[in-house]
């Protein structure tokens, strides 16, 4: 199928470690890259491929997959951290690219 | 710095066109492919529409193939998206986005965001 799936919401507390998945056929085949979006905010790009962080990203963040699933780990969450996170890859025909539908992480 | 600033938005009939723009700076432009990324209000993002650095390739969501064309200028640096046919569900904000490659499919990732333009499609 074309489509990437995530929980809608997912809370961690603070300084705890939380994974947030992304399903979908695609990443058997594709890397998955993820982004922070904070509300009133443009989304932040935090990981790609296999476990990349971009300039600036703290290495709490970091990425990893298997199978149909991709992971985004946050190792010690930080207030700062509460956000909706989304993960996007190229669909299985590699013609189109998506997005899951959005995880809001709460850190208690 | 990387800037990519969008405009062309507003409020617009259904049925009608829009043309949106993005000024982009602080980068080697026609070394990365761009994309348009909408959200709609409360919702989730969604890719639109993306194209490689040279325009060779380009590729649109279902949801807009047919009524969408993306274009480029890689001597204004700029990127466009002309709207035709607009539909209520195309109200969102609209993101342009540069690409972490040159090729619009691979994937690479959506690295710089715009802070987007506001399409309103109502009566």
């Known amino acids: 199928s074309s489509e990437l799936t995530q929980d809608p919401a997912v809370s961690v507390a603070l300084g705890q470690t939380v994974r947030i998945t992304c399903q979908g056929d695609?990443?058997?085949?594709?890397?998955a890259n993820w982004y922070q979006q904070k509300p009133g905010q443009a989304p932040i790009f935090v990981i790609y491929?296999?476990?990349n962080r971009p300039s600036g990203i703290p290495d709490r963040f970091s990425g990893s997959g298997s199978e149909n699933t991709a992971s985004l780990t946050i190792t010690g969450a930080q207030a700062e951290d509460e956000a909706d996170y989304y993960c996007?890859?190229?669909?299985?025909?590699?013609?189109?690219?998506?997005f899951g539908g959005g995880t809001k992480l709460t850190v208690l | 710095e990387v800037q990519l600033v969008e405009s062309g938005g507003g409020l617009v009939q259904p049925g009608r066109s829009l043309r949106l723009s993005c000024a982009a700076s602080?980068?080697?432009?026609?070394?990365?492919?761009m994309h348009w990324v909408r959200q709609a209000p409360g919702k989730g993002l969604e890719w639109v529409s993306g194209?490689?650095?040279?325009?060779?390739?380009?590729g649109y969501a279902d949801s807009v193939k047919g009524r969408f064309t993306i274009s480029r200028d890689n001597v204004k640096n700029s990127l466009f998206l002309q709207m035709n046919s607009l539909r209520a569900e195309d109200t969102a904000l609209y993101y342009c986005?540069?690409?972490?490659?040159?090729?619009?499919?691979?994937?690479?990732?959506?690295?710089?965001w715009g802070q987007g333009t506001l399409v309103s499609v109502s009566s």
């Open positions: 986005v540069k690409d972490r490659g040159y090729i619009y499919g691979i994937g690479g990732g959506f690295e710089h």
């Open positions: 602080g980068f080697t432009f026609d070394d990365h492919a």
């Open positions: 194209i490689s650095w040279n325009s060779a390739g380009i």
């Open positions: 695609s990443l058997r085949n594709y890397y």
């Open positions: 491929g296999e476990n």
């Open positions: 996007s890859s190229r669909d299985s025909s590699g013609n189109h690219l998506m």
